[in-house]
């Protein structure tokens, strides 16, 4: 079993930055496919952001501008938010895999994911 504590989340300005942090229980974390999803109201699950070993994934809409990342010794995973938009605005999830290898079709559906945070919200105004 894996327990995801994420924190990190606030209320910005557009063009502000943020940096998500997902804590994660469990001896095997190092084991696992890691990845960011988003919900805004009233919208479906959406991947933003997924890691495994030296290999990431990245939804079209954040690439340049968000950086995931993770510490094995911390069982920590990262989410670096940079230039912020209003259109950024969502519930915030970190979500584990207990797959080893990253699969660009499979990470980026919600339900291949096995163990998930409670959420953290990020509000970008304008």
């Known amino acids: 079993q894996v327990q995801l504590v994420e924190s990190g989340g606030g209320l910005v300005q557009a063009g502000d930055s943020l940096r998500l942090s997902c804590a994660a229980s469990g001896r095997t974390f190092s084991g696992y496919v890691m990845g960011w999803f988003r919900q805004a109201p009233g919208k479906e699950r959406a991947f933003v952001a997924a890691?495994?070993?030296?290999?990431?994934l990245y939804a079209d809409s954040v690439k340049g501008r968000f950086a995931i990342s993770r510490d094995n010794a911390k069982n920590t995973v990262y989410l670096q938010m940079n230039s912020l938009k209003p259109e950024d605005t969502a519930v915030y999830y970190c979500?584990?895999?207990?797959?080893?290898?990253?699969?660009?079709?499979?990470?980026?559906?919600?339900?291949?994911?096995?163990?998930w945070g409670q959420g953290t919200q990020v509000t970008v105004s304008s």
């Open positions: 979500a584990a895999d207990r797959s080893v290898f990253l699969v660009t079709g499979w990470h980026k559906t919600p339900t291949s994911y096995d163990y």
């Open positions: 890691i495994s070993g030296g290999s990431t």
